[in-house]
């Protein structure tokens, strides 16, 4: 006499081709990213530039340092002009010789937009800001400094 056979015995095939079908729709999601609204442009010397922030969740945690991910669209200058440029959230700029004792916090990207991941604290309050450092080839320091908006902030 055959036994019955089990849910898993009757459906494990059906069960097995849908879970072939996840990479489809994370495959799909990696082709759609969404972000956030890009912040209101400034000007900063001979670069106007507006940042954007890759997305609103708090800053993470990579090496024992809190970092958060940000886009900066350069709208107009050349970024060749760019020596050295640093990010970081927090209530002021950090100075250049701290910024270059670590390797966090680095504009790197092309001349279309630079990515950086901001140095920040382990949780965004209303005082903080977001702080950008850039030293140009001829040794001028640039410094700017963006509101952060409320959906960025942590709420505790």
Not at 27 to 34: E, G, I, S, T, V
Not at 80 to 86: D, F, L, N
Not at 96 to 109: K, M, P, R, Y
Not at 145 to 153: G, I, N, Q, R, Y
């Amino acid at each position: 006499m055959k036994h019955p056979d089990s849910f898993w015995q009757r459906y494990r095939y059906y069960l097995s081709g849908i879970v072939l079908l996840f990479p489809l729709w994370y495959f799909y999601q990696a082709l759609h990213p969404q972000f956030p609204a890009p912040w209101p442009s400034q000007q900063l010397g001979p670069f106007t530039i507006a940042p954007m922030p890759l997305n609103l969740k708090p800053p993470y945690i990579h090496h024992d340092q809190y970092l958060k991910d940000f886009y900066l669209a350069f709208q107009q200058g050349d970024v060749a002009q760019i020596r050295q440029g640093y990010v970081n959230l927090g209530p002021e700029a950090l100075p250049l010789g701290q910024l270059q004792q670590a390797a966090d916090g680095i504009l790197h990207g092309s001349r279309h937009g630079q990515h950086v991941h901001a140095i920040a604290p382990a949780t965004l309050d209303e005082g903080d800001k977001l702080w950008l450092t850039i030293e140009t080839w001829e040794g001028e320091i640039l410094i700017a400094s963006w509101e952060l908006p409320v959906a960025l902030l942590t709420t505790l």
